[in-house]
């Protein structure tokens, strides 16, 4: 998929936001804990690079790999793994600021 026209500035999708803080926010805060190499708390974050692609992309392949979450954490299912696989199929886009969630 081409995504070069997807902002790079807004806020998560609230269903894509509540998985993050159910399954990823535990470490991926700021700054991240527990080996973590980046946080998610805003939007902007995915959209920098970390190992030379975008960090949605990375997190797309964590999550579909099985990867993360790390255990003992249960891994993603069920609709909450449905709603990111969604979000990344889509290009891991925003919606405009104030009609979305993120961390204050």
């Known amino acids: 998929a081409d995504c070069s026209s997807i902002p790079a500035t807004g806020q998560f999708p609230c269903d894509v936001y509540d998985v993050l803080v159910a399954h990823c926010h535990k470490c991926h805060q700021d700054p991240p804990?527990?080996?973590a190499p980046f946080s998610l708390?805003?939007?902007e974050k995915t959209r920098e690079i970390y190992s030379m692609e975008p960090?949605?992309?990375r997190m797309q392949?964590?999550?579909?790999s099985g990867f993360m979450p790390l255990a003992p954490n249960?891994?993603?299912?069920?609709?909450?793994?449905?709603t990111m696989q969604d979000w990344f199929a889509a290009c891991a886009p925003p919606v405009?600021?104030?009609?979305?969630?993120?961390?204050?």
């Open 33 to 35: 804990i527990n080996g």
């Open 41 to 43: 708390l805003q939007f």
């Open 55 to 57: 960090i949605w992309m």
């Open 61 to 64: 392949a964590a999550i579909e």
């Open 74 to 82: 249960p891994k993603l299912m069920g609709a909450d793994l449905k």
């Open 96 to 104: 405009p600021d104030g009609m979305g969630c993120e961390a204050p």
